[in-house]
């Protein structure tokens, strides 16, 4: 499938990747439609920040994943869906597992079902390594176990499941895509990089963190927004779920090392209880295997660790960007 040309939804556009993969779309000469969450402020997320001249080029709709009318209405016309919106942060799902459910799973089933009834071409369905739990052997491949280590993880599982269902029950041209951690401009706090970023820039001589052992394969913005389009465009990718990762892992410890020693030597790192996960919660090893994307695909990263921390800290030091976190608070 060329997606030149062709129009395409993007749901949970104004979110960190959504607004990435919506920029992306859009110079790859794709008609866009935004899916964003309905607020009484018209606020568009992170598409608010875009220039003005690209913001006027979208097609926005306002509504709710959880709404199978809304989406339905969304999806009308729509050639290919990028199906992005989701609860994610993994401690709020501690105590608020209902709103998961409704949001990861419920919130799935309705752009599927709408799929089936409108016939949409392709859809792509946003999956997390979060699914795999800590590795069990590595790198992690799309054969490794499953293993809900989370209530997040738990629904995105679930999410999963019924996206293969509806490849296998309905012939519905699904695509998983399992993005591994994903990182840069646009990041919220509740993720490690821009955590440790916000709280240097702000000064902190104490950086408050939680476990430093756990090692990700960290993954820069731009190169997952290409994965997705490129899995949109490899007709073999349907009916299968498919790694995006960088190959490499990193210790949380050692990536903030690397921050302190780049914006404030004199930070020490200092333990934060309440960042901690339940032991039997804790993912301590994510590491994937890209093999399978690099077969379908001509897609490969364009960016190691050392460089895409640069775009970000670059973007975290704008006084615009940095005014919109809180450093002092611990993000859910």
């Known amino acids: 499938m060329d997606l030149k040309s062709k129009k395409v939804l993007v749901t949970g ?9 919506v ?9 866009v439609r935004a899916f964003v969450y309905y607020n009484s402020l018209n606020s568009w997320g992170w598409l608010d920040t875009l220039p003005p001249d690209v913001a006027r080029g979208l097609d926005v709709f306002a509504g709710d994943i959880r709404d199978p009318n809304g989406v339905f209405e969304a999806m009308k016309g729509c050639d290919v869906v990028f199906h992005l919106a989701a609860l994610i942060a993994i401690p709020f799902s501690y105590h608020s597992p209902d709103s998961y459910v409704d949001t990861n799973i419920k ?14 071409e392709r859809v792509l369905v946003t ?10 052997y590595a790198p992690i491949d799309e054969k490794h176990p499953f293993q809900g280590q989370s209530p997040y993880s738990a629904t995105k599982i679930g999410a999963d499941r019924l996206a293969e269902s509806f490849y296998r029950s ?20 509740r993720a490690v990089i821009p955590t440790v ?19 990700r394969d960290f993954n820069y913005v731009k190169d997952t927004a290409a994965g997705f389009i490129a899995l949109a465009e490899a007709d073999a990718a349907v009916g299968k779920e498919i790694n995006i990762a960088s190959g490499k892992e990193y210790s949380i410890g050692d990536v903030a090392q690397t921050l302190i020693s780049e914006l404030n030597p004199n930070a020490r790192i200092v333990t934060d209880e309440q ?30 660790l050392s460089a895409g921390l640069i775009d970000t800290i670059a973007w975290f ?3 615009e960007n940095l005014a919109r976190y809180k450093a002092w608070l611990y993000n859910l």
């Open 170 to 189: 309905f012939n519905t041209p699904v695509v998983i895509v399992r993005p591994f951690n994903t990182y840069g401009p646009r990041q919220s706090a």
């Open 197 to 215: 970023i916000t709280q240097l820039l702000e000064g902190e001589t104490e950086l408050r963190l939680g476990s430093l052992t756990p090692t």
């Open 275 to 304: 960042r901690l996960r339940p032991d039997a919660s804790e993912v301590f090893r994510l590491i994937g295997d890209n093999t399978l994307i690099k077969s379908l695909t001509p897609w490969r990263p364009q960016y190691d």
């Open 317 to 319: 030091r704008q006084p």
């Open 127 to 136: 999956s997390t390594s979060e699914v795999y739990g800590t590795a069990q």
């Open 107 to 120: 919130g799935t089933l309705n752009v599927l079902q709408a799929a089936r009834k409108l016939g949409t």
């Open 23 to 31: 920029e992306a779309l859009l110079a790859h000469g794709c008609d």
């Open 13 to 21: 556009a104004d979110g960190f990747i959504g607004s990435h993969l």
